[in-house]
């Protein structure tokens, strides 16, 4: 006869998995959020998104810092997990790095304004740097070592470079609504082609 922990684990799994999903579900709305309306937005409007109250965003994230923290973690795992997923399923190497990257500036949005709600814990937002660089650097240089592979991109491009150099043309975007990244990111991919695809050539 099974003792009372044991029938008891098939509920308490599910409740787990249904609140992990629940979970899943308010970072999503809340990154969505933040990158439309910044990380300072009213949690109503999160709550609204996710189609849950704000008593609920409360109980998994006390503060809002904690919220950010989360989502911030939620968006470096999906990026990270999304690399191995579009070099599976792309046409190239190269159609995955531009359809990561695009993913990668989206992540980037979304974190604008992290530093100022971490503000009060500095050392936690150090951490959550070095979060970014372990998971998302190691995926990026797998991009970039099978596009060089093919002969799509010249070889000599360092992962963390090049992230970089993402990172610095996304700066201002929130200030100047005329400035899309995007734009230039596109052409500092077009620069990493070899000649056979566009990238090099006379004028």
Partial sequence: MPTTGESGKGPARSKRVDARRNQQ??????????????????????????????????????????????????????????????????????????QWVDLFVDFLVTKHGLANAMQSDSSGFDALHSYFLDRLVPVCADLLDAAVEEGEIRPGTHAYELMRGIGNLCIGRDSDPRYDPRRLVALLLRGLQSCGDGGDRAG
């Fill in 25 to 98: 579900t308010l970072l999503t709305a809340a990154a969505a959020v933040f990158v439309t309306s910044g990380v300072d937005a009213p949690i109503r409007e999160i709550a609204a998104r996710a189609g849950v109250g704000m008593g609920t965003i409360y109980r998994h994230f006390p503060t809002r810092a904690d919220l950010v923290v989360a989502v911030y973690r939620h968006q470096v795992d999906a990026c990270a997990e999304a690399g191995p997923a579009l070099l599976a399923e792309a046409d190239s190497p190269l159609s995955a790095l531009r």
